[in-house]
C-alpha cells in the first residue's frame, strides 16, 4: 500500500493510541504515528513511555517502512505491552512493517534515532536496553528469555532470561539472532545471519558467525 494512503488510513488507529495510552499533555502533540496495518494487541495507560525533552508531531513512526527483500503487503507490525511492563522510547524511531515490539516483562529501551527496516522481532521479559543510532535489518530476531522453562540434573531450572544491551552507533544486518545475555559495545556491526548469546567487550568490530566472533576492527560505519 502507498505509504500516504496507509498513512491516511491509519490516522483514527493513531489519534486514538495516543489520546488511549500516552499522557494528555503529549497526546495532543500526535508523536506517534501508526500505519494501517499496525494491531494493538496487549497496551495499557503508561506502559508506553517518552523520555525527550522535547515532544514532535510523528516523531515515532511504526508499519511504514517496507522491505525490498520481502512481501510486506500482507503483514501486519504487532505492539504488545502487557501489565507492569515498559516500552520507552527516548528519541526518534522509525520501525518498518512486519515488526513486532512485545513485552511480556521488563523494560524495553529504545534510544534516539533508532530503526528497524521491517519484519525484526524484539521480545523482552526482563530487559532489553538499545542506544542511540541503532539501526535493524530484516528478519532479525532479539530476545532476553528462552520462554520455556529448562530443568537441569536435580530437577534444577536453569536460568531462562538475562538483560540485552546494545550500544550506540550499532548496525545489525539481516537475519541476525541475539539472545539473553548478550552485549554489544558502540560502533560494532553484526554481519547477516549471525548468532549472538555472551557479551563483547571491544568497540569497533564487526562480528560475524555463529556464534558471533569479533572479526575485524573498523572505524566506523554508514548508511
Known amino acids: 500500500m502507498n505509504k500516504y494512503l496507509s498513512l491516511l488510513f491509519g490516522l483514527p488507529r493513531t489519534i486514538w493510541f495516543n489520546l488511549r495510552y500516552l499522557p494528555l499533555n503529549i497526546a495532543i502533540k500526535f508523536p506517534i504515528i501508526l500505519a494501517s496495518n499496525v494491531r494493538v494487541k496487549n497496551c495499557y495507560r ?32 504487532i505492539i504488545d505491552i502487557r501489565l507492569n511492563s515498559s516500552l520507552i522510547f527516548e528519541g526518534d524511531a522509525h520501525i518498518g512493517i512486519g515488526a513486532i515490539l512485545s513485552c511480556k516483562g521488563g523494560t524495553l529501551k529504545i534510544g534516539n534515532n533508532f530503526a528497524i527496516s521491517g519484519t525484526t522481532s524484539i521480545l523482552c521479559y526482563d530487559s532489553i536496553n538499545i542506544g542511540d543510532n541503532v539501526q535493524l535489518s530484516w528478519n532479525t530476531l532479539i530476545m532476553d528469555c528462552d520462554a520455556h522453562k529448562i530443568y537441569l540434573a536435580g530437577d534444577k531450572l536453569l536460568e531462562n532470561h538475562a538483560p540485552i544491551n ?12 541475539i539472545l539473553k545475555g548478550s552485549a554489544i559495545p558502540n560502533n560494532c556491526v553484526i554481519g547477516s545471519n549471525s548468532l549472538l548469546n555472551r557479551k563483547y ?6 562480528i560475524a ?3 558471533g566472533k569479533e572479526i575485524k576492527a573498523i572505524e566506523r560505519w554508514e548508511i
Open 166 to 177: 546494545i550500544g550506540d552507533r550499532v548496525w545489525v544486518a539481516s537475519s541476525t539472532t
Open 46 to 77: 503508561g506502559g508506553v513511555i517518552l523520555k525527550r525533552d522535547k515532544i514532535s508531531l510523528g516523531m515515532i513512526k511504526i508499519g511504514f517502512h517496507s522491505v525490498d527483500s520481502i512481501d510486506t503487503s500482507i503483514l501486519n507490525s
Open 209 to 211: 558467525g555463529i556464534p
Open 201 to 206: 567487550y571491544n568497540e569497533g568490530y564487526i
